[in-house]
């Protein structure tokens, strides 16, 4: 079926991660957790992750302590760490099409440090991510999506999966609409 001519890429996604029910709270499993919100847009020639991370205040300090940063957003220490940060990040998704690794490139970033339990500093941060899909031609195309990030930390896990202009979802593992408000309820 051809993609360049108005026929609809159909997509089979599967998604490799732990979705948790649990209440979402400001940091609902502790202040040592990690949360990880994943908003998967599959378009008829390009996929985009909307990849953000939230750190309870724990490893918010670890990584200010150990990076040197100043919890603040405009801080001459923040834009070069979160730079680094999108990059590390990325090496610990996989977006596979058809058994094909595609290759992520962070097209925005964005940080921010709320206050969490006793006025100490959290950490959470966005990365747009997007991939060329390349030829879409060989009709219907599976997607692996796996996050490896921060694997060995507690934290609420969330995947979404929409189908854009022209592309049909036929099945998925993830829903199409969030529970967490993109980890902000």
Known sequence: MSRRRGAGLLAV?????LVTTASAGAH???NFSISHYAGIDIGSDAIQVRYLIDMAEI????EIQERGLVAEAGHPSVAPWLARMAE???RGLRVEVGGRRLPLTA????????PGAGDLPTLKLGVVYRAPLGDTSAGALELRYVDENFADRAGWKEIVVRAGAGVTLASATAPATD??????D
């Open 59 to 62: 490893p918010t300090f670890q």
């Open 179 to 184: 529970r967490s408000s993109q980890l902000s």
């Open 28 to 30: 609902p499993l502790g």
């Open 107 to 114: 097209t925005a970033r964005e940080i921010i440090f709320p």
């Open 13 to 17: 996604v599967t998604v490799a991660a």
């Open 88 to 90: 590390t990040l990325a």
